[in-house]
């Protein structure tokens, strides 16, 4: 996309840009909500800097034709001259405490607004899926979201308050204007609207620059985190990488630096050959007044006041037409907002706590999922059943989908066919929370939070996170205990490298302090353990399994691994080919098929031999 391409000033663009206007009764119903007291201050000061301008006009006349009638009288009232000298200054300080009171209180709202449109755009992530955060067009909507909306309808409000403020001072200046001349209101009104019609257009084409450019700018932003942030930059210094990703940094800003010069000069060489026309509006203006001063037809101090008010009003129309572009501008952004907030959430309707035949354990009948956008599942026709005590090992290569399979069982994914269900319920009709209390999970690509030990450990369960003696009975039975008391400040220290004080640990030690986690759920009776040893040594990854099949009497326990190892001691195998269950059974079993279970059992076996 380029700016290059002029889009006439047709109907059709009009009422899109009067449609979009629509979100201006959002954004004041966002700022009203936010803070009653300070939008009320807003108008109230809003209305009082509209209303003295032209007051001071008023009363600058009154000066001048004072002192001219002083000049010529025998006898002048200097007394009532400075009574209306003094009057100016108490307005002048009025408007000058109005402006200060307005900008105090569009700091305090812009404050308190960035922090509630941020937690709504957060509250909203939270309620949306994993495969939402899997799609690439949904980060450019959360980006976009997150990037402007936290300041755009405080923008949006001021600009509606100033251009309220404008309104009254112009009714004021049109009143007193009349009186010269019907026509010079028309001229005062008419000249700014060239430029207005340019800048609208000009904030459109901006505004879909910014939206062409999303992935972009996320590329950006990745490559910042690639080249600063401490779990990349030891490869990146290792590999020498450094230098390419700084060149593809400065390559994607140069390719946009092109369009962002294209628009401005643009909009700078329009806004300055229209601006002319206001010029030439209001020198004209201008001559008219004074020579109808000098004609006689109005008083020294009407010409002062009619060129003040000519100056001003031709300032608050500029203003006021800026305003509501920049409204219209607003309004486009925060249309990234509101689409984000839109976003569609899947209704999970269950309610239910517990199944009607608890001894049943889970099942899946015949599930398939697929990605959205994919041509091929993921799973393809997986059925299994696990009761409580027993143990299943899911074994095949990288890509296979034995990490789905435990998504969808967290209910993180939703078959595309096919049913799971949990002591003879199906998983649609359980409570979401209810059913993954009941579920202690480590994911291969498990959270290094950088929060202290205790927080990190207490996080596999939010109702008892701040609950030391959980942590610590979880560590125990995660086998992280030990390093952890070798810790001066036990669980209080603080992990990772981002805040001060605190301490990275080896990847063997993350894996505890994860195993850990799935254990704080003392409660649940399905244990998942995804590749949950795979940067120990031998000695501890044996130690860890004994422990685990002490710790998990009458659970379901379900174990991702490539260590042959671990896994033949598990009642249930199943070997997962493209999303297919081609071999299951146990391991001895297994073993006399000969099949692909038995060729990666010896491959892995000669390595030790």
């Known amino acids: 996309m380029t700016t290059t391409d002029e889009e006439p000033m047709s109907v059709g663009f009009w009422r899109r840009a009067l449609g979009v206007f629509g ?26 800097a509209g209303v003295l301008p032209a007051a001071i006009a008023y009363v600058g006349q009154l000066i001048v034709d004072g002192v001219v009638e002083a000049m010529n009288s025998a006898s002048p009232d200097t007394l009532s001259v400075l009574w209306l000298l003094a009057l100016e200054a108490v307005i002048v300080v009025i408007v000058a405490a109005s402006q200060r009171g307005i900008s105090a209180s569009q700091s305090l709202l812009r404050a308190r607004l960035g922090h509630r449109v941020n937690v709504m ?102 490559l910042e985190t690639v080249i600063a942030r401490e779990d990349s930059v030891k490869e990146v210094k290792l590999f020498q990488l450094g230098p390419r990703l700084l060149q593809r940094y400065r390559d994607i800003f140069d390719a946009l630096f092109v369009e962002d010069r294209r628009l401005t000069l643009r909009r700078d060489t329009w806004g300055f050959l229209l601006g002319i026309i206001s ?51 607003d309004n486009l952004y925060l249309s990234n907002l509101y689409e984000y907030l839109g976003q569609p959430v899947l209704s999970r309707p269950g309610e239910a706590s517990q199944g009607p035949e608890p001894g049943r354990g889970l099942e899946f009948k015949n599930v398939s999922f697929s990605y959205p956008g994919a041509t091929e599942n993921a799973l393809d026709g997986i059925s299994l059943h696990i009761r409580p005590g027993e143990s299943l090992a899911l074994v095949g290569e990288n890509g296979s989908g034995k990490t789905t399979l435990i998504k969808l069982l967290t209910r993180l994914y939703e078959p595309t066919t096919g049913s799971i269900s949990l002591d003879g319920l199906p998983l649609q009709e359980w409570d979401v929370e209810a059913l993954r209390q009941r579920t202690g999970v480590i994911f291969q690509d498990f959270g290094r939070y950088q929060f202290s030990v205790g927080e990190n450990i207490g996080a596999g369960d939010v109702r008892h996170i701040d609950d030391p003696e959980r942590w610590a009975a979880a560590a125990d039975t995660g086998m992280a205990a030990p390093f952890i008391d070798a810790m001066p400040d036990g669980y209080e220290t603080q992990l990772g490298r981002w805040f ?30 995804d590749e949950p040893t795979a940067a120990m040594d031998a000695p501890s990854e044996a130690a860890i399994f004994e422990h685990f099949r002490s710790a998990s009497d009458n659970k379901i326990t379900i174990l991702i691994s490539h260590r042959f190892s671990t896994v033949r001691a598990a009642d249930q195998i199943v070997v997962i080919h493209n999303g297919k269950i081609i071999e299951r059974g146990n391991h001895e079993s297994l073993l006399k098929l000969s099949g692909q279970y038995a060729s990666l059992f010896n491959l892995q076996a000669q390595g030790y031999q």
Do not use: H
């Open 23 to 48: 979100y201006s009764r959002r954004a004041l119903d966002l700022v009203w909500t936010t803070s009653r007291t300070l939008t009320l201050v807003l108008a109230v000061l809003t209305i009082i």
């Open 121 to 222: 755009i957060l509250e909203k992530a939270l309620t949306l899926q994993l495969t939402n955060f899997e799609d690439s067009e949904f980060y450019d909507k959360l980006n976009q979201a997150r990037r402007e909306a936290s300041s755009r309808p405080l923008s949006l409000v001021t600009k509606t308050f100033g251009l309220v403020q404008n309104a009254i001072s112009l009714t004021s200046y049109a009143v007193l204007l009349f009186a010269f001349s019907p026509w010079a209101v028309l001229i005062l009104l008419c000249a700014g609207l060239p430029s207005f019609f340019a800048e609208a257009k000009f904030s459109g084409d901006a505004f879909r620059l910014f939206r062409w450019r999303s992935p972009q700018f996320r590329m950006q932003m990745y």
């Open 279 to 329: 010029t030439v509006a209001f020198y004209g203006a201008y001559v008219w007044i004074v020579i109808a001063t000098i004609n006689g037809e109005i008083t020294l101090g009407a010409m002062t006041m009619y060129i003040l008010l000519f100056r001003q009003g031709q300032t608050a129309v500029a203003a006021s037409l800026s305003s509501i572009s920049g409204m219209y501008e």
């Open 500 to 529: 001060k004080g605190g301490r990275e640990l080896s990847g063997g030690q993350w894996q505890k302090i994860a195993l850990s986690r799935a254990f704080m759920r003392s409660d649940a009776d399905i244990l998942v353990l």
